[in-house]
């Protein structure tokens, strides 16, 4: 059984920022593409920032300048600094990591983190 778990989370004002971290002793870290994804109520979960195994970063629209994914293989931890933070940004954050050979999937989640952003 696969565990990844974040941390970081909380309440901070608007304009505040957080540092989240997932890390895991279960995986081949290296080898996988890892993402955080958000879910709000009411909405659907959708990817905030991805980090490719060789470090390609990507970030959804609403994200881009503010947010930052990077990665720490030595210590089997994928960060993401979010700065400037906005009420909108209130959703339970979710630490992924796949890895795709051949034909097979390998899919984690964590157990999720809450970002509360209000004054």
């Known amino acids: 059984q696969v565990h990844l778990v974040e941390s970081g989370g909380g309440l901070v004002q608007p304009g505040g920022s957080l540092r989240l971290s997932c890390t895991t002793s279960?995986?081949?870290?290296?080898?996988?593409?890892l993402g955080w994804y958000r879910q709000a109520p009411g909405k659907e979960r959708e990817l905030v920032a991805g980090?490719?195994?060789?470090?390609?970063?990507n970030y959804t629209d609403s994200v881009k300048g503010r947010f930052t994914i990077s990665r720490d293989n030595a210590k089997t931890t994928v960060y993401l600094q979010m700065n400037s933070l906005k009420p909108e940004d209130t959703a339970v954050y979710y630490c992924?990591?796949?890895?795709?050979?051949?034909?097979?999937?390998?899919?984690?989640w964590g157990q999720g983190t809450q970002v509360t952003v209000s004054s």
């Open positions: 992924n990591a796949v890895f795709e050979w051949k034909t097979r999937r390998f899919d984690y």
């Open positions: 279960d995986l081949t870290w290296s080898i996988y593409d």
């Open positions: 980090i490719t195994s060789i470090g390609v970063t």
